[in-house]
């Protein structure tokens, strides 16, 4: 996790947990003026959108007081929803047994797109199964996660 997003979980995670909600993960994406600063935020009982403007009218606040980002951008709360991003280690252990889209920062064995099923955690590697072979990625050279929804 880059350091400016450790500072911005660092600062909200706090105000997040204290609204009663969890924060799921931060993504800052920097953009020049069309910068996007995303927070996902759940709940047992789910997210509506109530939530949503109630978490940011209060991030909002403490952004503006402490600043953080130096250049402009959007703030957006959300829930992480069906296609759920995966952050955390804790977060891959919760959904094993699901299928997941992950794409790499850097290819791993000749490639940089994984789809398959989460198989669970092994220390920092996610383990992933694809068309019968078993696939152990860092956690750090994944650039994005997420749950492939099923509809039955």
């Avoid at 350091?3 to 997040?16: A, G, N, R, T």
């Avoid at 996902?40 to 909002?60: A, F, M, P, T, W």
């Avoid at 007081?65 to 959300?78: A, C, F, G, R």
Wanted: aromatic content about 8%; hydrophobic content about 40%; proline content about 5%.
């Amino acid at each position: 996790m880059s350091s400016k997003l450790e500072q911005l979980q660092e600062l909200l995670s706090p105000i997040v947990e204290a609204l009663g909600y969890q924060c799921w993960g931060i993504e800052f994406f920097s953009q020049g003026r069309h910068s996007l600063l995303r927070v996902y935020i759940d709940h047992e009982n789910g997210i509506l959108i109530e939530d949503c403007e109630k978490v940011s009218r209060q991030l909002s606040g403490v952004l503006d007081v402490e600043d953080p980002i130096s250049v402009e951008y959007t703030l957006e709360v959300s829930s992480p929803g069906m296609d759920r991003p995966l952050f955390t280690l804790e977060q891959f252990a919760r959904h094993a047994g699901e299928q997941v889209r992950i794409k790499l920062r850097v290819p791993f064995e000749g490639r940089r797109n994984f789809q398959g099923l989460l198989r669970g955690i092994e220390e920092q590697d996610v383990v992933v199964v694809v068309e019968d072979h078993e696939y152990l990625l860092p956690i750090e050279t994944i650039d994005k996660a997420n749950i492939v929804p099923r509809f039955e």
